[in-house]
T-cell receptor, first 112, second 115 residues
Framework: AQSVAQPEDQVNVAEGNPLTVKCTYS??????LFWYVQYPNRGLQFLLK??????LVKGSYGFEAEFNKSQTSFHLKKPSALVSDSALYFC??????????FGGGTRLMVKP | KAGVTQTPRYLIKTRGQQVTLSCSPI?????VSWYQQTPGQGLQFLFE???????NKGNFPGRFSGRQFSNSRSEMNVSTLELGDSALYLC??????????????FGSGTQLSVL
């Protein structure tokens, strides 16, 4: 069975500093990996995905994620955090023939 | 282009009642997926419909059911409500099924409270 773990319930970072939101996964085959963001009282919004190819994936709003097969990780990163980046972030994975499985979410708090 | 629309936005029901939630996907999208979001369990997959056919189903009891109409609009029904059904129910649409790894477009959800 596939699974995804986000080990941190909350990440705190100062505005202007780099941020990292961690994600590790487990699948039986090749993983298809996604990041979504949820703002208060809103549905989820797509940020980026990894299917194949370059391990560094660039997405919306200046976010990027690095796929590491040996560590089974897909951490979300941004070089310089904004207060407006404060939200709930979800990592998701699917294996061939299966549905998206989401992690428990990580709340990102960016302080001015 | 209008986004994914879910109605109603809020619902309050009592145990034992049933409820129907509605989702209108983005125009042209043929796939609709439903998720249950709770603070303790996170996002749990309920089911996916594509061209009026249920393509996949999550691990939920038979009290949870859904359907999709010819215009791709979808409804989700929960019968004999339990307190544990209180959650935010999210609908997501995409052009193709999830198997094509397309991004999902989510609605704002229906917040269901069961008293």
């Amino acid at each position: 069975a596939q699974s995804v773990a986000q080990p941190e319930d909350q990440v705190n970072v100062a505005e202007g500093n780099p941020l990292t939101v961690k994600c590790t996964y487990s699948v039986s085959g090749n993983p298809y990996l996604f990041w979504y963001v949820q703002y208060p009282n809103r549905g989820l919004q797509f940020l980026l995905k990894y299917i194949t190819g370059d391990n560094l994936v660039k997405g919306s709003y200046g976010f990027e994620a690095e796929f590491n097969k040996s560590q089974t990780s897909f951490h979300l990163k941004k070089p310089s955090a904004l207060v407006s980046d404060s939200a709930l972030y979800f990592c998701a994975v699917r294996d061939m023939g299966t549905m998206l499985t989401f992690g428990g979410g990580t709340r990102l708090m960016v302080k001015p | 282009k209008a986004g994914v629309t879910q109605t109603p936005r809020y619902l309050i029901k009592t145990r034992g009642q049933q409820v129907t939630l509605s989702c209108s996907p983005i125009s042209g999208h043929r796939s609709v997926s439903w998720y249950q979001q709770t603070p303790g369990q996170g996002l749990q997959f309920l089911f996916e419909y594509f061209s009026e056919t249920q393509r996949n189903k999550g691990n939920f009891p038979g009290r949870f059911s859904g359907r999709q109409f010819s215009n791709s609009r979808s409804e989700m029904n929960v019968s004999t409500l339990e307190l544990g059904d209180s959650a935010l129910y999210l609908c997501a649409s995409s052009l193709g099924t999830q198997g094509f790894n397309e991004k999902l477009f989510f609605g704002s959800g229906t917040q269901l409270s069961v008293l």
